[in-house]
């Protein structure tokens, strides 16, 4: 028997070794058959799984990579030149590899079982996009955090603390600090998961199918089976409530009611449509977010008490998280006065968008022209402390 092989039978007796649910494989030219590290799915949920997955989660990406486009375009002009609308740019990168991943994740494994290659190129490519999906993730949600304590230096403290942090200097430096933690957080999530070759009985054809890895369940070196799943339990339940989920979630929270107030009753001046806009972007990301928590933190009880239900959950997350990446383009073109004035100059080709009618602050428009606008006119930005 080959190493492969060897190390394909090794992969497939952990699960064995401390009580995972999994199918003894049969095994065809000495390969195991595939599908042993996928549980059964109901016929009624792999339908489900196909239209949201494969069709809703899909077409709404599609509209969200075009919306983080425009966003992310809009937001890096002159016009646009704030620290929050860095910000609100970056999350527009962050949000676009998070849909791409989940693309390819979830919406290319819901089509697997009809293709062979696909079956194969999942399987393969798997590994890869699995930790690059959840470092996005990360990133989105710090970038989404980082935009939130901006716009409450601007809105809630004084121009002196304002001038020390609203800086080009600081929002590289934050940025890119954003980016390093995101990646060394999940590296642990380049070790969870091996590419086993398979035999697939439908095809009659060798592939290549993913499983979890003995990193997974072999926890901490020398722990007993009474301490198994210590990874399980710091790296996904404690380190990612603290530092990807609750703790994030409570400081927006936090922020954004003290960002309403200051609005509705303070004195501070500035523009209220791009304040509202980054609040609704906040609390968007925080529904959409919750279910997503509640399912990883409480993972193990949720699936003993739901059954096969938990499945369809975990879809709806995945749908969720998607939908929240693609959303914002709404909101801004809704809400943000500004965003919308700087999408509708470059969209006129440099003329200035002339109103016919009234343009209200909501975002209805009542018929739009385009007009000249003269060249020493262009590119007005609003200046930055460096």
């Given at each position: 028997m080959?190493s492969?092989?060897?190390?394909a039978?090794?992969?497939l007796?952990?699960?064995s070794q401390v009580?995972?649910?999994?199918t003894?494989?049969?095994?065809?030219d000495c390969?195991?058959n595939c599908?042993v590290?996928?549980?059964?799915q109901?016929?009624?949920?792999?339908?489900f799984?196909?239209?949201?997955?494969?069709?809703v989660l899909?077409l709404l990406g599609?509209?969200?990579?075009?919306g983080?486009?425009?966003s992310a375009?809009?937001?890096?002009?002159?016009?646009c030149r704030?620290?929050t609308?860095l910000?609100?740019?970056?999350?527009?990168?962050?949000d676009s590899?998070?849909i791409?991943?989940?693309?390819?994740?979830?919406?290319?494994?819901?089509?697997r079982k009809?293709?062979?290659?696909?079956?194969?190129?999942h399987?393969?490519?798997?590994?890869?996009?699995?930790?690059?999906g959840h470092a996005?993730q990360?990133?989105s949600v710090?970038?989404?955090?980082?935009a939130g304590?901006?716009?409450?230096?601007?809105?809630?403290?004084?121009?002196?603390?304002?001038?020390?942090v609203?800086r080009?200097?600081?929002v590289?430096?934050?940025?890119?600090c954003?980016?390093?933690?995101?990646?060394?957080?999940?590296?642990?999530?380049?070790?969870?998961?091996i590419?086993?070759?398979?035999?697939h009985?439908?095809?009659?054809?060798p592939?290549?199918?993913l499983?979890?890895?003995?990193f997974r369940?072999n926890?901490?070196a020398g722990?007993?089976?009474?301490?198994?799943?210590?990874?399980?339990?710091?790296y996904?339940?404690?380190?990612?409530?603290?530092?990807?989920?609750?703790?994030?979630l409570?400081?927006?929270?936090?922020?954004n009611?003290?960002?309403?107030?200051?609005?509705?009753?303070?004195s501070?001046?500035g523009?209220?449509g791009d304040?509202i806009?980054?609040?609704l972007?906040?609390l968007l990301?925080i529904?959409c977010?919750?279910?997503?928590?509640v399912?990883n933190?409480?993972?193990d009880?949720?699936s003993d008490?739901?059954?096969?239900?938990?499945n369809?959950?975990?879809d709806?997350?995945?749908?969720?998280v998607?939908?929240?990446?693609?959303?914002?383009?709404?909101?801004?073109?809704?809400?943000?006065?500004q965003?919308?004035?700087?999408?509708?100059?470059?969209i006129?080709?440099?003329r200035?968008p002339?109103?016919?009618?009234m343009?209200m602050?909501?975002?209805?428009?009542?018929?739009?022209?385009?007009?000249?606008l003269?060249r020493?006119?262009?590119?007005i930005?609003?200046p930055?402390e460096?």
């Amino acid at each position: 028997m080959s190493s492969i092989h060897n190390q394909a039978v090794n992969t497939l007796s952990i699960p064995s070794q401390v009580s995972i649910h999994f199918t003894a494989p049969n095994f065809t030219d000495c390969l195991p058959n595939c599908g042993v590290c996928t549980p059964h799915q109901e016929p009624d949920y792999v339908f489900f799984n196909l239209i949201i997955s494969g069709v809703v989660l899909p077409l709404l990406g599609v509209f969200g990579l075009m919306g983080n486009a425009l966003s992310a375009f809009v937001y890096s002009r002159p016009e646009c030149r704030s620290s929050t609308n860095l910000y609100l740019c970056a999350l527009g990168f962050s949000d676009s590899a998070v849909i791409l991943t989940a693309i390819f994740l979830f919406g290319v494994e819901s089509y697997r079982k009809f293709s062979v290659f696909i079956y194969t190129v999942h399987g393969s490519v798997s590994p890869i996009v699995y930790p690059m999906g959840h470092a996005a993730q990360v990133c989105s949600v710090y970038f989404t955090l980082v935009a939130g304590m901006d716009c409450f230096v601007v809105t809630c403290l004084s121009n002196r603390i304002r001038n020390i942090v609203c800086r080009t200097r600081t929002v590289k430096r934050l940025v890119m600090c954003v980016v390093i933690f995101s990646i060394c957080y999940n590296v642990p999530h380049c070790f969870e998961s091996i590419v086993i070759e398979c035999y697939h009985e439908k095809f009659n054809s060798p592939t290549f199918e993913l499983c979890p890895d003995p990193f997974r369940f072999n926890e901490m070196a020398g722990c007993h089976r009474s301490d198994n799943f210590r990874y399980s339990y710091y790296y996904y339940k404690l380190m990612y409530s603290t530092f990807v989920a609750v703790g994030p979630l409570l400081c927006l929270i936090l922020m954004n009611i003290s960002i309403i107030g200051v609005s509705i009753f303070g004195s501070k001046g500035g523009n209220m449509g791009d304040t509202i806009a980054l609040v609704l972007v906040v609390l968007l990301f925080i529904v959409c977010n919750t279910i997503a928590l509640v399912l990883n933190v409480f993972e193990d009880e949720l699936s003993d008490h739901l059954g096969i239900y938990f499945n369809y959950m975990v879809d709806m997350s995945n749908v969720l998280v998607v939908f929240n990446s693609s959303f914002n383009f709404v909101i801004y073109v809704i809400f943000s006065g500004q965003f919308r004035r700087t999408l509708l100059l470059y969209i006129c080709g440099g003329r200035e968008p002339l109103r016919v009618g009234m343009v209200m602050e909501n975002g209805r428009f009542e018929g739009l022209l385009c007009r000249k606008l003269p060249r020493q006119h262009r590119g007005i930005s609003i200046p930055m402390e460096v």
